[in-house]
């Protein structure tokens, strides 16, 4: 597991007379330690030291009705005597009438707030006389002490490491504000009737990754250290050994919350029953009462997913990206130009409970939920993902069948995976535009110089997000490779790629890649090759038709379908007529319809294939178009005989970062930015042409 | 993108876009919007040609425009023929407010007999001619873009012309007033006090003002897609809350938008006395400005 | 000496949808068959006109064109070697629902059809399998035409962003 400590490891030299200045031998997990007693009466000591070092302390406090999570100075500020009752749909503060400072569970802020804020600007970029600069904004994270932080906020920090500082590209602002935070947990003793960390393995008992952990008696506290800062801090305010009975005491609480909140969601076989639950008539059902308001999502500790603005003046030549938090269940979240992959509210919820539930297992080796229940409280209609897991997928199967289930997911716990951590934020790096090509009325290919040796090192499927200032960036396939550049073929489609369209020579845009996963020539050593594509999809298939006929002899027959719409629409025209001319290969073009000069086919281009008699099982296949024709073509292919496995498509998603962090191009598990874009038929199973997914 | 369609000679500056900009039946609330872009105001003027806006400048067009805002719901057969000439002469044509994308407030005489109204409000009716219905601009024409709010939000506002300006698409989100409440913090009015709200079911872009009073989003920027009403309306009626009451939170500036519309009918309609049948003009019908 | 009708069941055995027809078929309609050359732009039917022949092409390319008056003849289909043009022919009323255009030098079998019919309604063992092979190919035709009129390569452009 990721902790604190470890990404500590790394840090610059702490300054002395911190609490970092203690922190010379490796992290322990706190269970080792002996526990400390800090009488109530003593507790602002604790802040008072967190503030001398310069801290933001951040704990409970009220607000508004609620108990959120804001800067607070000291006791004083902390909810006394407040305890929260809470329901599907309802939240209400109760007096205890107990002296108690941490006598409730959670409420509608988490810790992602000052983890992750709802708004970070992100880049600057400039264009003046068409030249474009970007950089990063300079990153500011505060230095926070977090007090009362619950089992399963902890479970929810080490969640979004994972998906901010242990993928392939990390989140620079997270990893800083993270790696500067203090983290005091507080062990739950007041379970809500939403909470069910129990099910989801995550709490209530705090068991490490915590600075200091407390347990709160009438009379002070249990203080447990968790790590060499938590030691410090220990030895700083002064805690002596807690007894026995104050120990036992502490224990008994946290017991009886446990045994308070019972296990509601038996989760041995979950992700599975999940995943071949997709075809479930519940979802149609959950929709009519579901108001995609995306207060779920949002509330939620774990739920990551953002978009990035733009802000410029009116002439576009000072612009900043920024992000802001996103959610699966807004409408514009997974459009693309002329469509949208998700526009039921239906698809959306299944969308979501699934990802959390079974997608995050294969993407990050655990459970997205922590069993905070904040989604079940602050949903405005008090839908309760407890009962509705046990609808859809429940241990007696609920009674749904799905006709091709989905392929599971391995829920087993894998480790955070190690690697050093970046601390270099993405940022767009510009090249020169030398040459312009209109290939059709609205395709343009951009020719790009660059002597930036990262930006030539990619391999043909791959892509680049293309930026202009103020303008948001498009994925676009690398059409071609060339020694100090690459080509870009961009049909305008919207607003950006309409934009690109418009550069002329001279002028420079930033691009931020090569990104995602390349088409696996390999795999295609030795055996015959079929490219099937239409429209623009001739443009990521066109790099590798050009190393295939450059290493001509590692293949065997290799043939060339591709179709468009009409004669005009064809891509590459001219180069098409000359690898027909080829008699190392065979190339077949098609369109939809055609005047009387066109001479050659007119019709679906897969009709060559279903008359075809050729054995389909010697052969790899390429495949790119829109998503129904790639379809169309994967049915005929396999009826030749070609395996699954062997069937390579490419897919389209909404993105908006390009490296795995942004969550708009989720497919299933699948992130096509990263997993992706291209991917096998056998790897897709039936995520591939199924609705809404 | 606007100058990518209005191609100039090689060498010549870019013609600025023709912007105009006007109004129906409203308050003028939202047309102030642009002038309330104190900062921005040089810039905006530099940046587009303002031919029409009588608000702000004697300098009178009757087109053509490139872009025009269009404010005001059409309430008169006057108003019905002048937007069709507007849209003729208008490349885009963008709604703004509550009155021009949804009907506004006075689109709640569209539940009542109109010819009553008229004449227990109007000394001398005889002078008033008026439509029955106060309908919004996508009834009459092809809308391009809308900018909803009562009135618009000047942020919004700025954005839209900033965005045609520079080429890119206009980032003004159709969804929940929700994101805007939990991306500043503010505690679900809603949820925390059983407080009516619209939110789930609003267009956002106002910035989530309301709720941070503590009180209940009324629906001001109207429905925004999938806005499902059956469930909150069901939702606020779970405790016995009278249909009425239900049916007077969306009877507002944004009433006749559709599923705020479907809302209030099958709640009974808007609340408030019921105007009597027959062509006596009663005292009784309601909002009699005599009183 | 081969027959000449030898030649042509030898080709028909070689086509697509010939190669589909069960061999006791094929002899069958072998009497009936004939070949037909084009010449590049050559009109092998007229839309409207009665459809004489059921056909295979065998080489070349066919164009099947409709006619649309502001936008000029319009091929919205090419027949390629193996597949048939003609299944009028034997589907009443009859008549060629579309122009029949040779687009490069095309050689065609051509199978009677008025003679064809009266076989296959006298003879239900030969109708079944010629019937089911002819709705298979019209059956891909139509699934490939449903595609081609999804016109997937069109970005629907409906916003002016």
């Not at chain 1, 919207?494 to 996963?517: F, H, K, Q």
């Not at chain 2, 991306?183 to 872009?205: D, K, S």
């Not at chain 3, 629902?97 to 199978?111: D, G, K, Q, R, Y």
């Amino acid at each position: 597991m990721v902790t604190r400590d470890a990404l500590m490891a790394g840090a610059r030299e702490p300054e002395a007379g911190t609490p970092k200045a203690a922190a010379t031998s490796p992290a322990t997990h706190g269970s080792d330690d002996p526990a400390g007693f800090l009488p109530r009466d003593d507790f602002d000591r604790l802040f008072d030291l967190l503030r001398a070092d310069g801290r933001t302390v951040v704990g409970p406090t009220l607000a508004d009705g609620a108990i959120v999570y804001a800067e607070i100075a000291g006791t004083a500020d902390l909810p006394d005597g407040q305890s929260d009752r809470q329901s599907p749909g309802a939240y209400r503060l109760e007096p205890t009438g107990r002296a108690r400072l941490f006598d409730f569970a959670v409420g509608p802020s988490s810790w992602k707030r000052y983890t992750f804020p709802p708004r970070l600007p992100l880049t600057r970029g400039r264009r003046v006389d068409g030249q474009v600069t970007f950089r990063a904004i300079e990153l500011d994270p505060p230095r926070l002490a977090f007090v009362g932080v619950r089992a399963c906020d902890i479970a929810a920090l080490l969640v979004q490491d994972r998906a901010f500082s242990r993928g392939p590209v990390p989140d620079a602002d997270y990893v800083a504000r993270r790696e500067a935070a203090v983290v005091v947990a507080v062990e739950c003793v007041s379970p809500s009737d939403t909470c069910f960390c129990t099910s989801m393995g995550t709490g209530p008992e705090v068991t490490g990754s915590f600075d200091l952990a407390l347990t709160e008696l009438d009379e002070g506290f249990v203080v447990r250290p968790g790590s060499d800062v938590g030691r410090y801090l220990a030895y700083r305010i002064g805690t002596r050994p807690a007894t026995a009975d104050e120990i036992a005491r502490a224990r008994r609480d946290v017991a009886g919350a446990r045994a308070r909140m019972g296990d509601p969601i038996p989760t041995a076989g979950l992700p599975e029953r999940l995943l071949a639950a997709a075809d479930s008539p519940h979802w149609a059902e959950v929709a009519e009462r579901c108001l995609a308001c995306t207060n779920c999502t949002l509330v939620c500790p774990t739920c990551f997913c953002t978009s990035v603005t733009q802000s410029s003046d009116l002439a576009g030549s000072e612009a900043i990206a920024g992000r802001v938090w996103d959610s699966c269940f807004t409408l514009g979240f997974a459009r693309v130009a002329g469509g949208n992959f998700r526009p039921r509210v239906q698809d959306r919820y299944r969308q979501w409970l699934t990802h959390k539930f079974a997608g995050w297992w294969e993407q990050f080796g655990t459970s997205g939920c922590v069993g905070c229940g904040r989604c079940i409280t602050w949903c405005p209609v008090g839908i309760d993902v407890r009962a509705e897991l046990m609808v859809v997928a429940g241990p007696d199967g609920g009674g749904i069948e799905t006709v091709e289930p989905l392929a599971p997911v391995n829920p087993t716990p894998r480790p955070a995976e190690s690697r050093p951590i970046s601390r270099v934020p993405i940022i767009s790096r510009t090249v020169l535009v030398s040459h312009v090509r209109h290939e059709t009325p609205d395709v343009v290919t951009l020719h790009l110089q660059t002597e930036d040796a990262s930006l030539l090192t990619g391999r043909p499927g791959q892509f680049v997000m293309a930026a202009l200032p103020g303008i948001s960036a498009p994925p676009i396939s690398i059409s071609r490779f060339h020694h100090d550049g690459f080509e870009l073929t961009i049909r305008a489609a919207g607003a950006a790629t309409r934009a690109l369209c418009s550069l002329r020579p001279g002028e420079t845009i930033g691009v931020t890649g090569p990104l995602g996963r390349g088409w696996p020539l390999e795999a295609a050593y030795g055996r015959d090759v079929i490219v099937v594509t239409g429209g623009i999809g001739l443009a990521p298939l066109r790099p590798l038709l050009d190393v295939v006929l450059r290493e001509r002899e590692r293949f065997g027959a290799v043939r060339l379908l591709y179709g468009a719409r009409t004669p005009s629409d064809r891509l590459f025209a001219d180069e098409l007529s000359e690898l027909a001319g080829r008699d190392d290969l065979e190339v077949h073009s098609s369109v939809d319809r055609a005047g009387p000069e066109w001479l050659g086919r007119v019709g679906v281009v897969t009709t060559l294939l279903e008359q075809a008699s050729w054995d389909g099982s010697r052969a790899v296949a390429f495949v790119c178009g829109p998503e129904r024709m790639m379809e169309a073509t994967a049915d005929v292919l396999g009826d030749l005989g070609v395996a699954r496995d062997r069937i390579w498509v490419t897919m389209e998603r909404h993105m908006a970062c390009g490296v795995g962090l942004c969550g708009h191009c989720q497919l299933g598990p699948s992130f096509v930015c990263r997993d992706g874009p291209v991917f096998s038929l056998g790897e897709l199973g039936r995520a591939f042409g199924r609705e809404g997914w | 993108m606007l100058a990518t369609r209005t191609p100039t000679p090689r060498g010549a500056a870019p013609r600025r876009p023709r912007l105009g900009v006007v109004k129906f039946a409203s308050c003028d609330g939202c047309q102030l919007t642009l002038l309330d872009l104190e900062d921005q105001l040089l810039d905006l003027v530099a940046a587009f040609d303002l031919v029409e806006f009588a608000e702000a400048s004697s300098h009178r067009s009757s087109g053509p425009f490139d872009i025009v805002l269009v404010e005001g719901s059409i309430s008169t057969p006057e108003q019905a023929e002048e937007i069709i000439r507007i849209r003729s002469q208008a490349t885009l044509l963008v709604v703004i407010g509550a009155c021009a994308t949804a009907g506004g407030i006075q689109a709640l005489r569209n539940w009542r007999d109109h010819e009553i109204v008229r004449r227990a409000v109007y000394a001398d009716p005889a002078y008033v001619d008026a439509l029955a219905t106060s309908t919004p601009i996508s009834d009459h024409v092809t809308v391009d873009a809308e900018l909803r709010g009562c009135p618009i939000d000047p942020q919004q506002l700025l954005e839209l012309l900033t965005a045609l300006a520079v080429g890119r698409r206009p980032q003004i989100p159709n969804e929940a007033v929700c994101l805007e409440c939990k991306r500043q913090g503010t505690v679900c009015v809603l949820v925390a006090r059983n407080e009516p709200c619209l939110g789930p079911v609003t267009h956002t872009g106002c910035g989530a003002i309301c709720p941070a009073f503590a009180r209940g989003c009324y629906g001001c920027f109207g429905p925004r897609e999938a806005a499902n009403t059956g469930s909150l309306v069901a939702w606020f009626g779970r405790d016995g809350r009278p249909a009425t009451e239900t049916a007077a939170l969306f009877s507002g500036f944004t009433a006749y938008a559709r599923p705020f519309r479907s809302a209030i009918d099958d709640l009974g309609g808007p609340p408030g006395p019921a105007a009597p049948a027959g062509d006596t003009p009663s005292q009784e019908v309601g909002g009699d400005a005599r009183r | 000496m081969r027959a000449r009708s030898d030649d042509a069941l030898d080709a028909l055995a070689g086509t697509w949808f010939g190669s589909r027809l069960p061999a006791h078929a094929r002899s069958r309609l072998a009497p009936y068959l004939r070949v037909a050359s084009y010449d590049a732009g050559a009109e092998i039917l007229r839309e409207g006109e009665p459809t004489r022949d059921l056909s295979i092409v065998r080489g070349g390319r066919v164009a099947i064109r409709l006619r649309v008056p502001e936008r000029g003849p319009t091929t919205i289909l090419t027949v390629e070697p193996g597949d048939i043009i003609g299944w009028s022919a034997i589907v009443p009323p009859h008549r060629a629902t579309s122009t029949v255009v040779a687009l490069l030098p095309s050689e065609l079998l051509l199978i009677d059809g008025e003679a064809l019919r009266a076989e296959l309604a006298a003879d239900p063992e030969l109708a079944a399998p010629v019937y089911l092979s002819l709705l298979e190919a019209l059956a891909h035709r139509l699934t490939g035409t449903r595609l081609q009129l999804l016109d997937l390569f069109t970005v629907p452009g409906a916003e002016p962003w």
